[in-house]
């Protein structure tokens, strides 16, 4: 633990705001005040989210399914997944791709059953997706129709697997997953592409670790 001590004269006390410190001690020397910080950042969480949809517009399409995991930067420490009933039809096309169909979503919750559920979840943390634009601007979207707001920091693993992870001629998530050796249980379903996307989510914190520091890589920040 850092710690250091930064004079401070007596009118000047209360207006003190330190972002991500920890005042633990106040010494009076010689009639002046100095204040002991100890320097602990903040640790940084990662919500790494799937959806299935049906179709590729935002504003025309729903939500059918969502997988959610948190991560602390080592492991993953809870976890959410469910279908959702979009309130419209599936095409044929995406029932082919994902294997959700209309049947399978009639008596699952609709999507503002769930959203304070993915609110309090996500709340605070890192927005994480392979390719984030498609999953943050549906989510945003379904949110957007309730009347609220949905706005969270965002990290895409596709840009930072080009970063950290460079050479593979695609990175979309089965080619990548499949040449690291990345095992995806449930293609083209919310709960299998999501910790698809953790276990790569892992390999760039690590790589990322190996390239830039020593430190461990759940304590490094990728901003």
Avoid: W
């Avoid at 945003?140 to 129709?145: H, I, L, V």
């Amino acid at each position: 633990m850092k710690i250091q001590f930064i004079y401070l004269p007596f009118n000047k006390i209360d207006i003190l705001l330190l972002n991500d410190e920890l005042i633990i001690d106040i010494k009076v020397i010689h009639r002046f005040r100095f204040i002991a910080i100890s320097f602990q950042k903040k640790q940084v969480l990662y919500a790494i989210i799937d959806i299935e949809t049906t179709g590729q517009s935002a504003t025309k399409g729903k939500i059918t399914e969502i997988a959610i995991y948190i991560h602390n930067g080592f492991e993953i420490t809870d976890s959410f997944s469910s279908l959702i009933n979009p309130e419209c039809y599936i095409p044929g096309f995406i029932t082919s791709l994902t294997g959700i169909d209309n049947e399978m979503v009639r008596n699952a919750p609709k999507f503002y059953e769930i959203a304070r559920r993915i609110v309090e979840m996500t709340d605070d943390k890192v927005f994480v997706a392979h390719n984030v634009s498609f999953d943050y601007r549906f989510i945003q979207e379904e949110f957007k129709r309730l009347g609220y707001d949905y706005q969270r920091k965002t990290m895409c693993t596709v840009r930072m697997g080009r970063k950290f992870i460079p050479g593979h001629k695609s990175y979309s998530l089965g080619k990548i997953c499949d040449e690291l050796g990345i095992s995806i249980n449930g293609r083209h379903r919310a709960a299998g592409d999501a910790l698809a996307t953790t276990k790569l989510f892992e390999i760039i914190l690590e790589r990322k670790a190996q390239k830039e520091t020593k430190q461990p890589p759940g304590q490094l920040r990728l901003f």
